[in-house]
Structure formats: C-alpha cells, structure tokens
Nanobody
Framework: HVQLVESGGASVQTGGSLRLACAAS????????MAWFRQAPGKEREGVAA????????RYADSVRGRFTISLDNAKNTVYLQMNSLNPEDTAMYYC?????????????????WGQGTQVTVS
C-alpha cells in the first residue's frame, strides 16, 4: 500500500513560482511512475508531468513544458514539481499519483494511488 501526501500549494501572482512536494510512504523503487495531475473546476483531470523512478525519464504536457520541472528524490521518497512563470490557466487542484506499471503517463486510470490534492491559485 502506498500513501501520498502533497504540500506546497498556495495563492500566487501571475509570473510567480511554486514548488509542490509529494511524500510517498510504502514506496517501491523499481518499475513505477509518479506524476502530477491537475483539475480545475468544471474540467477533467489532466496530466501535467511524470517521472519514471527506474531511469528518471520525464514527460510533460505541452501546456507546461519549459515552465514546470518534475524531479524525484529517491532517498526522501518525494517527488517535486517546480512551477515557474505561472499564469491564471494553471489554477487548479494539483494531485500526486503513483503507478505500478504505467505506459500512458497522462491517463489517470493507469495510476494506483492518489494524494488528497493541494490547491494552486494564480491571479
């Protein structure tokens, strides 16, 4: 069983930066993927960024590429999302997700565990 706890959400102004963190317990190092999704009111949950624990390869949604950076600290069992140049379209609840065997990184159904979410508001 894996538990995920997100932190770092806040209200910021356009152009600002935030760093989200997701601490995982019961973490299995090999063959898993961790990702950040977000969901704005009235919209579907969308994938933002993902990282494979084994090789460290990353994936980004087009809307955030070049502005967001996902990273994984295996020693701390924590995945981070550094968000720069934020704009109001980034406003959403951000969720951390953990998948045992993920091929479609931005398909929510591929993930086995989810955190409770952390709110990001950009104005």
């Amino acid at each position: 069983h894996v538990q995920l706890v997100e932190s770092g959400g806040a209200s910021v102004q356009t152009g600002g930066s935030l760093r989200l963190a997701c601490a995982a317990s019961g973490y299995t190092y090999n063959r898993n993927c961790m990702a950040w999704f977000r969901q704005a009111p009235g919209k579907e949950r969308e994938g933002v960024a993902a990282v494979y624990a084994g090789g460290g390869s990353t994936r980004y949604a087009d809307s955030v590429r070049g502005r967001f950076t996902i990273s994984l600290d295996n020693a701390k069992n924590t995945v981070y999302l550094q968000m720069n140049s934020l704009n109001p379209e980034d406003t959403a609840m951000y969720y951390c997700a953990y998948g045992l065997f993920v091929s479609r990184v931005f398909d929510p159904s591929e993930y086995n565990y989810w955190g409770q979410g952390t709110q990001v508001t950009v104005s």
